[in-house]
């Protein structure tokens, strides 16, 4: 498993507890699980806590209101705010620019964004209709997987390995 997205668990888990998730194309949550993944335990439980407070089209308002991505950054102060595209892009890169903004784990933060804005696109079939109770329950879906890691299955190698160790003969 390299990204949270591959986590075997989250199916079933959106399948006995989340089903206000199934209408989501496959790629919404995986973007969400994939980008919640930058941010620490105690961030996607405070955008979860918040979710009441979540704005579109703006990273942030005057009235406590603020993007995905603000919410989740909002704990580190001004400094740290996630803020505009450059810091969204400064966040997930290290740096900054058009040439950042096609490096692969921007990806999943650009895409939420654009749908949670109600963007329409063809990454997500043209389906623009995120909740903020969605929200809420891809944090409680990414919480609830890093508390369960994945059963490990042995690799064909290590099968093989075990398979070959089985077979040797004892030298007298």
């Known amino acids: 498993m390299n990204k949270p997205s591959e986590h075997p668990d989250i199916i079933p888990l959106i399948e006995t507890q989340f089903p206000g998730l199934r209408s989501l194309p496959w790629q919404v949550v995986a973007d969400a699980l994939d980008a919640f993944a930058h941010f620490g335990a105690d961030r996607v439980e405070h955008l979860r806590d918040s979710t009441h407070r979540l704005i579109r089209n703006h990273f942030r ?3 406590g209101g603020g993007c995905i991505f603000h919410l ?3 704990a580190d102060g001004p400094d740290g705010w996630i803020h ?3 810091s969204l892009t ?3 890169t290290g740096g900054c620019g058009e040439a950042f903004r096609h ?3 921007y990806q999943p933060a650009k895409w939420l964004v654009r749908v949670w804005d109600g963007e329409k696109t063809t990454r997500y079939g043209n389906w623009n209709a995120i909740t903020p ?3 809420h329950d891809l944090c409680e879906l990414a919480l609830l997987l890093r ?3 994945p059963t490990t299955e042995p690799s064909i190698a290590d099968e093989w390995q075990s398979l070959q160790s089985s077979m040797a003969l004892p030298i007298d």
Do not use: G, V
Request: proline content about 10%; cysteine-free; glycine content about 0%.
């Open 84 to 86: 505009s595209k450059e």
């Open 147 to 149: 508390q369960s890691p």
């Open 103 to 105: 490096q692969p784990q």
């Open 72 to 74: 989740l950054s909002e």
């Open 133 to 135: 109770a969605m929200i």
């Open 61 to 63: 308002d005057d009235h």
């Open 90 to 92: 400064r966040y997930f």
